[in-house]
């Protein structure tokens, strides 16, 4: 999914700066709604012939990235305004941090959730004669929302300069 989500922004922001000063403004969001849906179609079929088996976990999520603010984001901020090395720099950067985000939320809800990393046991069996049991919670879609306010809190807490003044 990180590597998908890489993929599409990197690309979708050279191609709309590239477009940039072809774009009527009256229809800028939907040439780069064409552009990412584009990439995320080519994305879904590479998938399918080449990691059918992973093609099939993703499957609706990859359909996700369409409308995934971050990319429609970036090419506003940045790839309208840009050229293409620029641009493409921009994806790379801001989709590996995201991908970093995907990661570590993955890590963190496996981990607690399951006591697995990877399909590896981490958390011993002696744990559960302790009275350690696997947190299913952390399985479900809304933990990840809570890991990333988790991760978010972190930050701005090690970071003071992050927190907005009244």
Known sequence: MSLSVLFVLAFANVII???RNT???RIRIIVQLVVIAALVILVDQVLKAFAY???KQLSVFVGLIITNCI???RL???ALGNKPWPSFLDGIGNGA???IILIIV???RELFGSGTVWGIEIVPKGFYDFGYVNNGLMILPPMALIVVAVIIWVQ???TTELIESK
């Open 53 to 55: 088996d992973v093609s």
């Open 76 to 78: 506003e901020a940045f």
């Open 156 to 158: 701005r807490s090690r």
């Open 106 to 108: 993955a890590f963190f």
């Open 71 to 73: 990319i429609m984001g």
């Open 17 to 19: 700066s590239l477009l």
């Open 23 to 25: 774009i009527p403004s």
């Open 97 to 99: 941090g995201y991908a």
